[in-house]
């Protein structure tokens, strides 16, 4: 049997993967945690034979885990995550990454990956592989991508100068709802600040020809 300790910032889709360990006799969870720094503390500790690890969490996130814990030679880590960029995917492989699975994969197929990583192997798909040698100008192109409409939208009028009340105002919601479309634009872009926003935005128009 097989150590597995699961680590994802939402407790209901940990409570999910939790579910669909018990399904599976040749896996045992021994910790489950939803930020990276208990799961660095967990897996130093435990020792688990795999790590199963969200990329994108508050705080410490998935990447920072693998590079904190890559001294830990017994432990196998997978990147389970709804998104990740090309750089994100070098850096993780230069890491000693063991396997890469989008959320949008049927369940059976995390244990499938699960049991050729247990055995020794890899997982890690051609299409999510040719991320990796992307230029930045276009792993750039795919991060901006993976924001919807609205945000796109409310990410040019950041940039026009518009503070989070005027965009409210002109988008006919509240202050409360930019700011959270913010927060998610930040962490999937992986940048803090609006000023980062504007540069990677500039950069964005630049590469497309607008």
């Known amino acids: 049997m097989y150590s597995v300790i699961l680590v994802d910032d939402h407790p209901l889709l940990l409570r999910g993967l939790q579910d669909l360990m018990s399904s599976a006799s040749e896996f045992e969870v021994i910790g489950a945690s ?34 904190a814990t ?3 030679r017994h432990t196998r880590s997978i990147f389970l995550t709804a998104t990740i960029s090309g750089p994100q995917i070098s850096d993780a492989l230069k890491l000693g990454l063991s396997g890469i699975l989008l959320k949008e994969h049927a369940p059976e197929e995390l244990l499938n990956c699960m049991r050729k990583v247990a055995d020794g192997g ?9 991320r990796a040698s992307r230029t930045s100008d276009e792993a750039m192109i795919e991060k901006l991508s993976l924001l919807t409409a609205r945000e796109r939208e409310i990410t040019a009028l950041i940039c026009g100068g518009l503070s989070n009340r005027s965009i409210a105002s002109r988008l006919g919601t509240s202050e409360g709802t930019i700011g959270i479309h913010l927060h998610n634009i930040f962490r999937k872009l992986d940048i803090s600040n609006r000023t980062s926003l504007a540069a990677l935005h500039v950069q964005y128009m630049t590469a497309k020809g607008a």
């Open 122 to 130: 890899k997982w890690l798909p051609q299409e999510l592989l040719s």
């Open 70 to 72: 890559r001294h830990k």
């Open 34 to 67: 939803t930020t990276g720094a208990e799961a660095v503390s967990l897996i130093c500790h435990l020792q688990p034979d795999i790590a199963v690890l969200d990329v994108a969490m508050p705080g410490m996130d998935g990447l920072e885990v693998l590079r």
